[in-house]
């Protein structure tokens, strides 16, 4: 769907996800994440950028469960530390994953996937046609009950700042693995909210596209 389209259907209140494809379980369990390995840090940061052109394909397993370790999953299991910092380590972003089978919501604890929602939010985490087919699209979620220990004028500043820091370990992550995203904040606030189900305490923050390159050699 063109951006006019949504932002005509979104004006309406009419900006809606799609039937899932398939069937969804309840809880989808990942493979282990690759720990190692991957490009030098310093080749990741120069090949950092943003891509807008996805290929359709899915991504594997084992490379969706690399991705979403390294957006918030646990490398400190003693202190249950994650992989990217958040203020008093109040751990308050809560990383969303919609894909065609549905929206599912990352539990690093379990390091597995759990229903959300059983639709194809896709299109709707985003005014851009891209993000309707691209295979996967992350969706940062602030959960204002985890910061109760957080001043109140600090909050959304800090988690903002936290989903940011998030965002760019996906960043590294696709320069390393030879993947596409962007990082984005123009969607229709209220549709997605209300596509996810999100309840009074849950702030959106920032999506995020992720795919294998449209063109192979831009990757
Ligand atoms: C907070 C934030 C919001 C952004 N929102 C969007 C967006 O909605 N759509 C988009 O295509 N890019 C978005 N971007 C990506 C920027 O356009 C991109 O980072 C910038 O053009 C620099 O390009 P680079 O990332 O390749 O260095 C956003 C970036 C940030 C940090």
Same mark, same amino acid.
């Given at each position: 769907?063109? @951006?006019? @389209?949504?932002?005509?259907?979104?004006?309406?209140?009419?900006?809606?996800?799609?039937?899932?494809?398939?069937?969804?379980? @309840?809880? @989808?369990?990942?493979?282990?994440?690759?720990?190692?390995?991957?490009?030098?840090?310093?080749?990741?940061?120069?090949? +950092?950028?943003?891509?807008?052109?996805?290929?359709?394909?899915?991504?594997?397993?084992?490379?969706?469960?690399?991705?979403?370790?390294?957006?918030?999953?646990?490398?400190?299991?003693?202190?249950?530390?994650?992989?990217?910092?958040?203020?008093?380590?109040?751990?308050? %972003?809560?990383?969303?994953?919609?894909?065609? &089978?549905?929206?599912?919501?990352?539990?690093?604890?379990?390091?597995?996937?759990?229903?959300?929602?059983?639709?194809?939010?896709?299109?709707?985490?985003?005014?851009?046609?891209? %993000?309707?087919?691209?295979?996967?699209?992350?969706?940062? %979620?602030?959960?204002?009950?985890?910061?109760?220990?957080?001043?109140?004028?600090?909050?959304?500043?800090?988690?903002?700042?936290?989903?940011?820091?998030?965002?760019?370990?996906?960043?590294?992550?696709?320069?390393?693995?030879?993947?596409?995203?962007?990082? +984005?904040?123009?969607?229709?606030?209220?549709?997605?909210? &209300?596509?996810?189900?999100?309840?009074?305490?849950? &702030?959106?923050?920032?999506?995020?596209?992720?795919?294998?390159?449209?063109?192979?050699?831009?990757?």
């Amino acid at each position: 769907m063109n @951006t006019l @389209t949504k932002l005509a259907l979104g004006l309406m209140g009419q900006l809606h996800p799609q039937p899932a494809v398939g069937s969804a379980t @309840t809880r @989808t369990s990942l493979p282990a994440p690759r720990r190692s390995g991957g490009l030098p840090l310093m080749e990741a940061l120069r090949k +950092r950028e943003s891509q807008r052109e996805f290929a359709p394909q899915a991504l594997r397993k084992q490379t969706l469960s690399d991705l979403l370790w390294a957006a918030a999953g646990i490398n400190r299991p003693a202190l249950g530390g994650r992989t990217a910092p958040s203020a008093m380590n109040a751990q308050e %972003v809560l990383l969303y994953v919609a894909l065609p &089978q549905g929206l599912f919501r990352y539990e690093p604890g379990a390091h597995e996937l759990q229903l959300a929602a059983a639709t194809d939010v896709r299109r709707v985490t985003g005014y851009q046609d891209f %993000v309707d087919t691209a295979p996967l699209d992350l969706v940062y %979620v602030a959960d204002h009950a985890r910061m109760r220990l957080v001043p109140a004028a600090s909050r959304d500043s800090y988690a903002h700042a936290a989903a940011g820091a998030m965002a760019q370990n996906v960043y590294l992550y696709c320069a390393s693995a030879g993947l596409a995203t962007v990082i +984005r904040a123009w969607f229709d606030r209220h549709a997605l909210a &209300q596509a996810m189900g999100l309840g009074t305490d849950q &702030q959106l923050l920032l999506a995020q596209t992720v795919g294998l390159p449209k063109d192979p050699a831009s990757g």
